[in-house]
């Protein structure tokens, strides 16, 4: 009786399997737990990013109204001085017609 105490046929070969399914049904759970928590975690990141990109339309189109603001307020002062530029050179020829008119006038006179 002894001598089957060491021997390789005497494992309990149920309570081996019993082990080797229970390790296996850990391991699986495990790997379960890990591919939900790494599914949850891709999920949270994927809204994270949606809401992200939602909070920045609002800044994007006001971005977009201040550079058309900008653009037209650049215009409108360019038209400006353009008119004035325009004016300016009118008033001088006025000037020079009224002062040439006047000058013929004293040659008439004279």
């Not at 229970?22 to 495990?30: S, T």
């Not at 977009?64 to 001085?81: F, G, H, L, T, V």
Request: no cysteine; glycine share 0%; aromatic share 0%.
């Amino acid at each position: 009786a002894q001598r089957l105490g060491a021997s390789p046929l005497a494992v309990d070969l149920v309570a081996d399997n019993e082990r080797i399914e229970e390790e296996n049904f850990i391991r699986e759970r495990e790997e379960r737990r890990k591919r939900v928590l790494a599914e949850r975690k891709k999920r949270k990141l994927k809204n994270q990013m949606i809401v992200k990109a939602l909070a920045e339309v609002p800044l994007l189109e006001e971005a977009r109204r201040q550079k058309k603001e900008m653009i037209a307020n650049e215009k409108r002062e360019k038209a400006i001085r353009d008119l004035q530029r325009v004016e300016a050179v009118q008033e001088r020829k006025r000037q020079d017609h009224d002062s040439m008119s006047t000058h013929r006038q004293s040659k008439l006179e004279n």
